[in-house]
T-cell receptor
Framework: DSGVTQTPKHLITATGQRVTLRCSPRSGDLSVYWYQQSLDQGLQFLIQYYNGEERAKGNILERFSAQQFPDLHSELNLSSLELGDSALYFC???????????????FGQGTRLTVV | GESVGLHLPTLSVQEGDNSIINCAYSNSASDYFIWYKQESGKGPQFIIDIRSNMDKRQGQRVTVLLNKTVKHLSLQIAATQPGDSAVYFCADSGGSYIPTFGRGTSLIVHP
């Protein structure tokens, strides 16, 4: 158990809909990362938050957004869903900050999103 | 393009053999590397890391080698077991504290 909790584990929804994925980081971790993993693909970095503020953006679509709340949990919002958005979405957390950048990230078990 | 990449998509070995999984990176400023293992249906799991001031680091049955001259790192698994079957990713997290992953190598261990 990595200590990172993601809900729900599975989600099936129709095209055009909007969903919210939730992540609770490990206790004490201020950094939260979101990744997308499509079939036979590696993990594509979407976005990072640090202590409530957006820190870095990767290949995140404009239809997607995220936020990190004061209790440090994070949500990834996916809207106007398309078939191609079907994927595993992972959240990871770490203690990394500007003074201690080199530290491993711990991953949750992921949310499998299926858009039909 | 990706800053890290893996040489082979699939590696098949016999149980008990040693496995070597390779990874190349392109960012010469990278100073921290992590190997992750991902089993089917699960999230990536940290295996071992190495900083650029080292060229070798050992864990339990695993060794990571870093060659900064050719920007290459490898993961060696000793006495590979069926439970080692998984996809292995190297990630480059140097400086930006954002783990950047390659496509992964699928390790298949035959009993």
């Amino acid at each position: 158990d990595s200590g990172v909790t993601q809900t729900p584990k599975h989600l099936i929804t129709a095209t055009g809909q909007r969903v919210t994925l939730r992540c609770s980081p490990r206790s004490g971790d201020l950094s939260v990362y979101w990744y997308q993993q499509s079939l036979d693909q590696g993990l594509q970095f979407l976005i990072q938050y640090y202590n409530g503020e957006e820190r870095a953006k990767g290949n995140i679509l404009e239809r997607f957004s995220a936020q990190q709340f004061p209790d440090l949990h994070s949500e990834l919002n996916l809207s106007s869903l398309e078939l191609g958005d079907s994927a595993l979405y992972f959240c990871a957390s770490s203690v990394a900050d500007r003074r201690n950048a080199n530290t491993e990230a711990f991953f949750g078990q992921g949310t499998r999103l299926t858009v039909v | 393009g990706e800053s890290v990449g893996l040489h082979l998509p699939t590696l098949s070995v016999q149980e008990g053999d040693n496995s070597i999984i390779n990874c190349a990176y392109s960012n010469s400023a990278s100073d921290y590397f992590i190997w992750y293992k991902q089993e089917s249906g699960k999230g990536p799991q940290f295996i071992i890391d190495i900083r650029s001031n080292m060229d070798k680091r050992q864990g339990q049955r695993v060794t990571v080698l870093l060659n900064k001259t050719v920007k290459h790192l490898s993961l060696q698994i000793a006495a590979t077991q069926p439970g080692d079957s998984a996809v292995y990713f190297c990630a480059d997290s140097g400086g930006s504290y954002i783990p950047t992953f390659g496509r992964g190598t699928s390790l298949i261990v035959h009993p």
